[in-house]
């Protein structure tokens, strides 16, 4: 063999070589280019939003909103016993919801937007106006900086804790419930609705009351959640004759009760910080 065939022996050699590394070259860049396609159409698929909704929880809570609204319409007309019930008819529904998307799994980022903005109208505004129409108007600028102060509460009461959730201990809201809240002050029109007490015999006590409750829900006050409750267990036979008990005075008088219960709840908190400086 001569020296040229040699030579072009291992040129061949070597151009075969560069022709095999640009071939895995361009296996390796047709394989990056595929993943980056399918990464940036899976991060477009996650991107969209989805395009429906879920119904049954949703049902929930626009019957709370409903209700919530029903009560400011009934509070203009002068009808304050049932734009007191509404609210209650409200917190029902509030908490059925939640309960209904998780056993459901249901849940949906849509969903707990929407339960929110329902909660202010239902625990915020409703009951602000329901006591400004009942007790508050005569007052004039006393009466509605006191139910401002109260639904300015509640709004900046549920934007905490929709900004704390995954934070907060479970056993402990930080601040008076905006359920509650509304309940206290709904519980209050209702009993004295049902006493024959007008708004304007109380109306200075009404004027502590509103706003006193907005700032509790803005407060760094411990309330117990319940959350960690177990209904599954057993309990004292004791426990089912007291709450045999309770069902039968809430049918009998449901209008002082459930204020009594809210008002101690309200206090509860309250108590408990003088409970932990005293010991």
Known sequence: MSIDDTQMKNTDIENSGVNETNAGLNTESAEKATVEQSTESEEKVQKQPHKG??????????????SGFYSIIAAMNGEFGNAAIAIFISMVLDGLDGRVARFTRTQSAFGAEYDS??????FGIAP????????????????????????????LRLARFNTMLGVEEKRYFTGLPSPSAAAIVAGVIWAATEKGVSGSDIASWMALLVPITGLLMVSNVKYRSFKDLNLKGRVPFVVLLISVLVLILVALEPAIVLMGVFCLYGLWGIGGIFFKALR
């Open 53 to 66: 909704v879920y119904l049954l929880p949703n049902l929930f809570t626009t019957g709370a909103l409903f």
């Open 117 to 122: 903005l329902a909660d202010m109208v239902s």
């Open 128 to 155: 602000a106006l329901v006591a400004f129409t009942w007790a508050l108007a005569p007052l004039g600028k006393v009466g509605w900086i006191a139910a401002f102060i109260y639904a300015v509460g509640a709004a």
